[in-house]
Structures are given as structure tokens and as C-alpha cells.
């Protein structure tokens, strides 16, 4: 199982990034893929999970407004876009796979992609 996340980078306050999340090797269609974020000090948070089966999407208060998972099952790629980035969105970005989108739950982690937004 691999998830290969790309994307990040540093950008000013009020800014867009897209976050992308290459998937292979995950055999259960019942996983959600994730993205997942951690700042320095800070417990892992769940962000977003999107089912590659149904399409069907869970956003936590953190990213409800801003951020919009998608996904194209052709290309095994899903998909973070952030809007309106702010400060307190720094975190190392982790893209993951698990039957719910709880941090314990998760049984596959991919690398992390580095977002820094300054002021």
C-alpha cells in the first residue's frame, strides 16, 4: 500500500493550495482516504475523508468552508483543496487510509507534505 501526498508548500495568508494524495495497493473498497494534518505541538487532527466507492465525504469544523476533498478514481488520486489558508493551517499534511475518519482508525499512513502560511 502506498499513498504518495504532494502539493504543499509556503504561501502568504488568504492564499489556495491543492493538496494530492496518489493511492495504490489498498484492496478494501470500504476504506476512506484522508487527509490528516499535524502541527508542531499539536495531536494529529483528521481533516477530510472522501469513500473511493460512493464518493460520499466527511469535513471536520476545522476544514467544513474551506477545504474540498474530491477524488478521480481513474487516476487513484484524491484530492485537498484549500482556500483562504491561514497561519494556524501550518501542519505537515498526511494522506491515509482507514474504515473511519478517526486518527486511531487508520491503518495506512502516507508521507507528509509540508504546508507553511505565513502573515
Known amino acids: 500500500v502506498q499513498l504518495q501526498a504532494s502539493g504543499g508548500g509556503l504561501v502568504q495568508t488568504g492564499a489556495s493550495l491543492r493538496l494530492d494524495c496518489a493511492i495504490s495497493?489498498?484492496?478494501?473498497?470500504?476504506?476512506?482516504i484522508g487527509w490528516y494534518r499535524q502541527a508542531a505541538g499539536k495531536e494529529q487532527e483528521a481533516l477530510s475523508c472522501i469513500s473511493m466507492s460512493d464518493g460520499s465525504t466527511y469535513y471536520s469544523d476545522s476544514a467544513k468552508g474551506r477545504f474540498t476533498i474530491s477524488k478521480d478514481n481513474d487516476k487513484k488520486t484524491v484530492y485537498l483543496q484549500m482556500n483562504d489558508l491561514k497561519p494556524e493551517d501550518t501542519a505537515v499534511y498526511l494522506c491515509?487510509?482507514?474504515?473511519?475518519?478517526?486518527?486511531?482508525?487508520?491503518?495506512?499512513w502516507g508521507q507528509g507534505t509540508q504546508v507553511t502560511v505565513s502573515s
Open positions: 491515509a487510509a482507514g474504515p473511519w475518519p478517526v486518527v486511531r482508525t487508520v491503518r495506512y
Open positions: 495497493g489498498i484492496t478494501k473498497a470500504y476504506y476512506l
